[in-house]
């Protein structure tokens, strides 16, 4: 079973910067890619970024320019999510996600239990 563990989250004031780390349990998974997720109070969990395993990156619309996902190249299966310029709406439980696709077309997801960001105005 693999695990994926959150960390760096915190409380910050607007206009701070955290950075998220995700580290996956397993290294000897290939996964397809790795990504962000966050849920606010009330609100459906919402995509934030990925990073495919060439390194290609995708990013919600409203974290373009403020946050960055990158891989640790010395460790597999570790990503981080770099978030500047943080907003009291960025406030949120953030989940690492990780997505394998076998060779023979299985889909797996994993999640992390999450991380609080806490952005005071």
């Known amino acids: 079973q693999v695990q994926l563990v959150e960390s760096g989250g915190g409380l910050v004031q607007a206009g701070a910067s955290l950075r998220l780390s995700c580290a996956a349990s397993?290294?000897?998974?290939?996964?397809?890619?790795m990504g962000w997720y966050r849920q606010a109070p009330g609100k459906q969990r919402e995509f934030v970024a990925t990073i495919s395993s060439t390194g290609r990156t995708d990013y919600a619309d409203s974290m373009k320019g403020r946050f960055t996902i990158s891989r640790d190249n010395a460790k597999k299966n570790t990503v981080y999510l770099q978030m500047n310029s943080l907003k009291p709406e960025d406030t949120a439980v953030y989940y690492c996600n990780a997505g394998l696709v076998t060779p023979f077309g299985q889909n797996y997801d994993y999640w992390g239990q999450g991380t609080q960001v806490t952005v005071s105005a």
């Open positions: 397993e290294v000897s998974f290939n996964f397809n890619a």
